[in-house]
């Protein structure tokens, strides 16, 4: 089984790879899908933030409300650390179960998709990491038109993640999304080929 770490920045177009290389066969383990899961309400996430903040983070129906957690995590950086350290071994003993159940079906290439895959150092798990490459500004103007977000809060966004310019450094390859999504498309198909066809030489 061959794993291929996913990683971008926010608002990179992560999961427009993503959804390229599934259609083109990879099984795809995603981490913000896993992190949704452990805060369903009564899961594990979920018991964590209640205990930590209490019921005024629960809409009517008891789950969590994203938008006032992001807020607040993202305002001050000892509630993020704190979110971090709960978080991450929760999200991770699910990744490698997935990984588990992955090689036990015979996978042959498998996705791990995840936001901050260098910061939380996952990529150990993996045996190349792609990164989805746009610049600051692009990035900066995709975030503020996706979320309607205003341009300090999503620069706040961006700093909490390792700027895409040092994960393009790090990666085994780099997906340039600055362009058309149907030149994006084509850097995966000649990619995902080239690897196909060595992972099945093997």
Known sequence: MYVIGLTGGIA??????????????????????????????????????????????LLADKSLDRKKIGAIVFADKAQRRWLDEVAHPLIEKELRRSLAACKAQQAEIVVLDVPLLYEVQWDKLTDEVWVVYVDEQTQLERLQRRDAMPESLARQRIAAQLPLEEKARK?????????????????VQVRWSFLESRVRDV
């Open 171 to 187: 990666a085994d390859v780099v997906i340039d999304n600055m362009g058309l999504q149907e030149q994006t498309k084509e850097q």
């Open 12 to 57: 990179s177009g992560k999961s427009t790879v993503s959804n390229f290389l599934r259609e083109l066969g990879a099984v795809v383990i995603d981490a913000d899908a896993i992190a949704r899961q452990l805060a369903n309400p009564q899961q594990p996430l979920w018991q964590k933030f209640v205990e930590h903040f209490g019921e005024a983070v």
